[in-house]
């Protein structure tokens, strides 16, 4: 009998003493989820407030790009405006060079027939003998 009272006993204290670690285990397991929980909560709220940033940069990014195509565009009209006013500018100019080149040739064959004549008249005069 006693024997069963030992074998009772060493029983009885191996169940209250997996019951005390089953609960043991089962408070820490309920406390690591109510941690678990708490951190799953920060990384959305993190994760969330990120998205929020993103999407704020994404909407920034969006209008520089919008104003730089803007601003592009208008310097390309400007400098296409520019261009023509050159061009136009350029064309006036080359119309007076080639009118002064016409001139100019007139003019140096104007020249150039005259100091012939003059080379002539000079010649003509130094063969004069009433001169000599």
Known sequence: MELLYFISGILSVGV?????????????????????????????????????????LNYLVMDIQKKMEKDQ????????????????????????VKFASGANDKNFSNVFSEIQQIKQNFKALSQDNFIR
């Open 16 to 56: 209250l003493y997996g019951v005390i670690l089953l609960r043991n285990v089962k408070s820490s397991h309920t406390d690591l989820l109510a941690r678990l929980e708490s951190q799953l909560n920060i990384s959305s709220l993190r994760e969330a407030d990120r998205l929020g940033k993103i999407e704020d």
């Open 73 to 96: 565009y208008e310097s390309v009209s400007g400098i296409n405006k520019r261009i023509k006013e050159l061009d136009t500018i350029v064309y006036d100019i080359l119309d007076k």
